[in-house]
């Protein structure tokens, strides 16, 4: 790794179990459901902070560019945390930098990112981000 990503790099975390379902074939959790645990902590703490309510808010974030890098494996029953801080608040858009840690450890399993654009959820054209998302989100940069 060449950026540093510690624990305490980071300002919101989520505890999330492990399933047996998440494992593959070679014995590990699959590529494809860590990006499932970036995107449930990051839905998880807007839901939180009253800034989603995935079926009636007037605006919604759409994921347009992701990333993850693969440091060390998780396998079931691990329980991971996965935690993130706001690398930038835009005009329409936020970019969350992530981690995957394994309960208690200081160094990440994964780090990544991903981008959502907040879009009229009707048109789907972008919309500036309401004052109360810079108000909640900004003590997470």
């Given at each position: 790794?060449?950026?540093s990503h510690?624990?305490e790099?980071?300002?919101y975390?989520?505890e999330?179990?492990?399933?047996w379902?998440?494992?593959?074939?070679y014995?590990?959790?699959?590529?494809?459901?860590?990006?499932?645990?970036?995107?449930?902590?990051?839905?998880?703490?807007?839901?939180e902070?009253?800034?989603?309510?995935?079926?009636?808010?007037?605006?919604?974030?759409l994921?347009?560019?992701?990333?993850?890098?693969?440091?060390?494996?998780?396998?079931?029953?691990?329980?991971?945390?996965?935690?993130?801080?706001?690398?930038?608040?835009?005009?329409?858009?936020?970019?969350?930098?992530?981690?995957?840690?394994?309960k208690?450890?200081?160094?990440?399993?994964?780090?990544?990112?991903?981008?959502?654009?907040?879009?009229?959820?009707?048109?789907?054209?972008p919309?500036q981000?309401?004052?109360?998302?810079?108000?909640?989100?900004?003590?997470?940069?």
């Amino acid at each position: 790794m060449s950026k540093s990503h510690k624990r305490e790099d980071y300002k919101y975390f989520l505890e999330i179990p492990t399933r047996w379902m998440d494992n593959d074939v070679y014995g590990h959790v699959n590529n494809v459901v860590y990006y499932s645990f970036f995107d449930t902590a990051v839905n998880r703490a807007l839901i939180e902070f009253e800034l989603l309510n995935y079926n009636q808010s007037e605006i919604i974030g759409l994921v347009v560019e992701t990333s993850c890098t693969y440091h060390r494996p998780i396998s079931f029953p691990d329980v991971i945390e996965a935690a993130f801080k706001i690398d930038k608040l835009g005009n329409s858009s936020i970019r969350y930098n992530l981690a995957l840690f394994k309960k208690d450890e200081s160094e990440p399993c994964a780090t990544g990112y991903f981008v959502h654009v907040y879009v009229d959820r009707l048109t789907r054209k972008p919309r500036q981000l309401p004052h109360q998302f810079r108000e909640k989100l900004e003590n997470l940069k």
